[in-house]
């Protein structure tokens, strides 16, 4: 089993920043996909960013250049540095990954950007 703990959400103010974490713990051996997903009210999940096996990054291409996944894995945690928000990045971030073909979730943490 992997467990998955997200937290760093919260409000912040158009043009603001900030960085949330997953721990990963549990069984965390060949664990190939780590990523980040977002599901705003109405709006199906979609996927924000992910880093895959030897560090290959993928984006959605309305964060590119704003967001950057990161993962240190002497602590078993990966990272969403989140910059220039806008309301449209307003959501519920869940942290995603994959282990021998079996995907894992976090319970989610809240972003909100407003004035």
């Known amino acids: 089993q992997v467990q998955l703990v997200e937290s760093g959400g919260g409000l912040v103010q158009p043009g603001g920043s900030l960085r949330l974490s997953c721990a990963v713990s549990g069984s965390i051996f060949s664990i190939n996909v780590m990523g980040w997903y977002r599901q705003a009210p109405g709006n199906q999940r979609e996927l924000v960013a992910s880093?895959?096996?030897?560090?290959?990054?993928n984006y959605l291409d309305s964060v590119k250049g704003r967001f950057t996944i990161s993962r240190d894995n002497a602590k078993n945690t990966v990272f969403l540095r989140m910059n220039s928000l806008n309301t449209d990045d307003t959501a519920v971030y869940y942290c995603?990954?994959?282990?021998?073909?079996?995907?894992?979730w976090g319970q989610g943490t809240q972003v909100t950007v407003a004035s």
């Open positions: 995603n990954v994959w282990r021998s073909g079996v995907s894992y």
């Open positions: 880093i895959i096996g030897g560090g290959v990054e």
